[in-house]
């Protein structure tokens, strides 16, 4: 059962461009939700997170932007750039401080100079 | 300040063999995740402690797989017998009150 799910599985984009990775959910109870980063032979990595209350949250050149009727949200990467290159997973949690996330299956990013 | 510590980072095993993989969390840190990570599956929740209660155990993990956190410092996970479906990544985490979630660097298991 996957209670998060992520698209598209890789993206491909030219560094200067705005990559966007998608992310849906099924459980209403979710109100947590990070993104984490992932390099080759590291463990993933806190990104930028938002609450459900919200439906915007920006960090820089990320952007998580939340849709808690359509239970969609995206992070948006501007002036992508080529160490931008990793694995990003999408998570949820149904309590605020409560850690136990689920995770979605992750969508790999190259960024080509 | 050291973040969460996996050792080994590479194992390898022979199918039935036993292995333990090594967990030290971030100092302080009161809540304690294993976590397998595959291509296929993404990242899926093995255990879950809190102040060193087992709170989760991962349910279709139970049989081959158990955590252990003998102090609120250290954690191992036993998987017995292994098999080489189990042949993945195995990720330690660790969160602390009202902060974000730490991942060590993993212990990539290669059973034979």
């Known amino acids: 059962q996957q209670q998060v799910r992520q698209s598209p599985q890789s993206l491909t984009v030219w560094e200067g461009e705005t990559a966007i990775l998608n992310c849906s959910y099924e459980n209403s109870a979710f109100d947590y939700f990070p993104w984490y980063q992932q390099f080759p032979g590291e463990g993933p990595a806190l990104l930028i997170s938002?609450?459900?209350?919200?439906d915007k949250k920006e960090d820089g050149r990320f952007t998580i932007f939340f849709n808690k009727r359509e239970k969609k949200l995206s992070l948006h990467i501007a002036d992508s750039q080529p160490g931008d290159s990793a694995t990003y997973f999408c998570?949820?949690?149904?309590?605020?401080?409560?850690?136990?996330?689920?995770f979605g299956a992750g969508t790999r990013l190259k960024v080509i100079a | 300040d050291a973040g969460v510590t996996q050792t080994p980072r590479h194992e390898v095993a022979e199918k039935g063999q036993t292995i333990i993989l090594k967990c030290e969390p971030v100092?302080?840190?009161?809540?304690l995740f294993w976590y397998r990570q595959t291509k296929i599956q993404g990242l899926e929740l093995l255990s879950y402690?809190?102040?060193?209660?087992?709170?989760?155990d991962g349910g279709a993990f139970k049989d081959r797989f158990k955590a252990e956190m003998l102090n609120s410092s250290f954690s191992t996970l036993k998987i017995q017998p292994t098999e080489p479906k189990d042949s993945a990544v195995y990720l330690c985490a660790s969160s602390g009150t009202a902060t974000e979630v730490f991942f060590g660097k993993g212990t990539r298991l290669t059973v034979v």
């Open positions: 100092s302080g840190h009161n809540d």
């Open positions: 938002i609450l459900s209350v919200s």
């Open positions: 998570a949820a949690s149904g309590n605020t401080g409560n850690y136990k996330y689920v």
């Open positions: 402690f809190r102040s060193k209660s087992l709170m989760e």
